[in-house]
């Protein structure tokens, strides 16, 4: 069954033990204004918490600058523009494996225009987690693993006992760590490599 955004916000209810439910995003009332203002967030999240495949793509990025002709020492040899659409930067592709056996140096800057990425790579291709919404492309432990945390998320707002956030997170964890498992079948990526430092820490 394709996922759906009602679908994923009706099982983030009935994680809370909620009975009333909705039919369509644009319902209103309390409830779906609560899971309107925070499903956004939950995606975003859910996504940069671990690699998830269907959301990898790689892309070449748009050079902004070689710092060419200035005097002062530069700590980068190039500034590249930060790709549209994208949750996070997951690495620098320099080679075979080389992004998670040797990865390459580089960090987060910004102009005026917006976020760039600093690094010591020639004509630099990165491999990103792409913000995805179009809720029928989510494979089912991605569309479970956002519901659970939806679920932590809306807890304060709509639950009766406020003291179950604690176990929603547990279950968005469990959720993570099923999806980990079912992707080492998939690929030849070590699990615990594309796990992000948020996740790691909450284990």
């Avoid at 569309?143 to 968005?172: C, R, T």
């Amino acid at each position: 069954m394709p996922s759906t955004t009602v679908r994923i916000k009706n099982l983030a209810l009935a994680h809370i033990g909620h009975s009333i439910f909705i039919d369509d995003d644009n319902d209103v009332g309390n409830e779906p204004d609560v899971l309107n203002i925070l499903f956004n967030d939950a995606i975003a999240v859910v996504l940069e918490d671990f690699w998830w495949s269907f959301a990898r793509r790689f892309v070449t990025l748009g050079l902004v600058t070689d710092f060419t002709g200035l005097t002062t020492p530069q700590k980068w040899s190039y500034a590249y523009r930060y790709p549209v659409d994208v949750v996070t930067i997951r690495g620098i592709v320099t080679g075979a494996r080389e992004l998670e056996t040797n990865p390459a140096e580089w960090e987060i800057g910004s102009d005026d225009t917006g976020r760039l990425i600093y690094t010591n790579t020639k004509d630099c291709i990165v491999e990103v987690t792409k913000l995805i919404t179009d809720a029928s492309l989510y494979p089912a432990m991605f569309a479970m693993a956002v519901s659970w945390y939806l679920a932590f998320l809306i807890v304060p707002a709509l639950a009766k006992d406020k003291g179950i956030a604690g176990n929603m997170l547990v279950m968005y964890n469990s959720a993570l760590q099923t999806a980990e498992a079912k992707d080492a079948n998939e690929s030849q990526y070590d699990p615990q490599l594309q796990v992000s430092e948020s996740i790691r820490a909450r284990q």
